[in-house]
Every structure is written in structure tokens, then in C-alpha cells.
């Protein structure tokens, strides 16, 4: 089963800690396009069921209004992995998010516990997305093994904190540490045909330094952003969202260049732009995008 799901709009994947039923019942009214409920991190050691209780009720019982709703597991070095999957998927989950993957075998152990849930609990067989989280050297370097581990893996995403420890360095709020994964990841990404995300930005005090980031990480090729306080998800959305500007350029792209391929014409002007077949692509994927983000209102 192809799931229809894997190639959705993720410009914004929120976290929000699985253990307060405060923080979990209505993030839906800010709009990210993604809601990542956390039962690692966020979740103290002592209060790993109390959270499970609480995600399970909520996936079972709140309508977040379209709203993809992905989990964040606990590591497979720990206890709590498999009990994380199970109530995730009985609860109706859309994906998983394993966290600290470093190679294909982790994404294809995940699979299978995915699997024998999906059987457990009467769901349909690759209705439950996976995402891997990528946090060390190990990672990066593994990360176009790690995309193509799985059909059911829709992306990988980089958290830069664990990643720049395990560099030996700290994030800086310039970027420069992160460079390298970045585009690593990005590259690896695309060759596999998946998504990629990137770390969250913890400065909450600095929206300009924020904006610069969300620029930078947009002209790298990234599909999205982590991030971790409503008031992060205007930014994004304007950053990642084609500008009428964008959208009309490339519907005048892909009308001339279907045009003049029929009249056997391969290279031609639009507004003062040397254009040719290689555009085409990319123009569709901008209105693509701009349909998905709601703002495409043409026939294309």
C-alpha cells in the first residue's frame, strides 16, 4: 500500500511534550502542518506511562482538525520503544519519529513493530508513516541508507543539539556548525525522493536571527522546520510558501515551455529569463506547492 500521506505539506512540525494534557488537547488552532507529541525527551523517566496514558486518549479522542499527528518515540536503547509504538498505533497515529538513527537497521526495525501493530490493532497495512531523526556524525553519514530504508519513511530530520555534541562543538546561532549535516542530509534526502526537516531553533527572543535561519535553511532545500513555540510558525509558512510573485512565474514557465515544445522551440525568454526544459520541474513543483500551502488559485 502506497500511503497517499508520505508526500504532505510539512513546512512546520510542532513538539509538544505527550505528558500535559494542556499542551496537547488544541495545538491544532495555530496551524503547523504537523504536531510531533514527545514521549522522549520531553517526558521524565519516572512518567513514561502517564504520558502514554495521556497520548493514547488524546490521538483516540481529539479531532486536530487535519493536523498530521507524528509521535516521537523513546531510543531503541531504552525499555520503552515498543510499548511507544504499540499505543501509538492503537491510538491512530499518522507516523513514528525514531530518534537518534544511525543506521538502515534501526528505520527497518521500527518497520517491523509498525507492522505487527498495524496487525495488532486492525489498522490498515502502511497506513502508519516513519520519520527518522538524525543526531550524530554516525547519522550523517549514514543518512542516504538510513532514507532508503523503508517505504513507509516519508523524511529525516536533523536535532542539531546531540548532533553538535557529538561533534564537539555547540550551536552557535550562525549555522556554521550545521553546514555540513545540513546538506549532507538534504542531498541524501533527494536522492532518495524523501523529505527532510531541519533542527529546531531555541532563541525564542531572536525572531530576526530566526528569520535569517529559516532563509538559510529554505535556499539549502529543506522542506520544513522544527520548532517548538507557536509563535515560530508565521515565519515558516511565509519562508516556504510561494509568493504570487513565485506562482505567476511559473505558471508563464510551464504554459510557455508547453507551448514552444510543441512548435519544436527548446530555449526562449520569459520576462527576460533564458529558459529551457529544465525549468519545467521545478516550476510545476512551485505550483504544487502553492496548491498544497492553499494559495494557488489558476488551472494548472
Known sequence: MINPNKKRLRRTMMFLSAQKPGLIKDPYIYKPDSIMLDLEDAVAENQKDVARFSLFHALRTIDYRGCERVVRINGLDTPYWKEDIRCSVAGGCDAIRIPKTECASDVMLVEREVEHAEMEFDRPQGSVLIMAAIESARGVIKALDIC????????????????????????????????????NMVIAARAAEVQCFDTVYTDLNNMEGYRQDVENIHLMGFDGKSIINPRQINIVHEIFTPSQKDIIFAEKVVKEIEDKKAKGIGVFTVDDKMIDIAFYDGAKRTIKLAKASGVYKGDL
Open 148 to 183: 532508503e530504508a523503508s517505504g513507509r519513511l516519508f523524511g529525516i530530520a536533523l536535532s542539531g543539539g546531540d548532533y553538535t555534541k557529538d561533534l564537539q562543538t555547540h550551536i552557535t546561532g550562525t549555522g556554521i556548525e550545521l553546514m555540513g549535516a545540513r546538506q
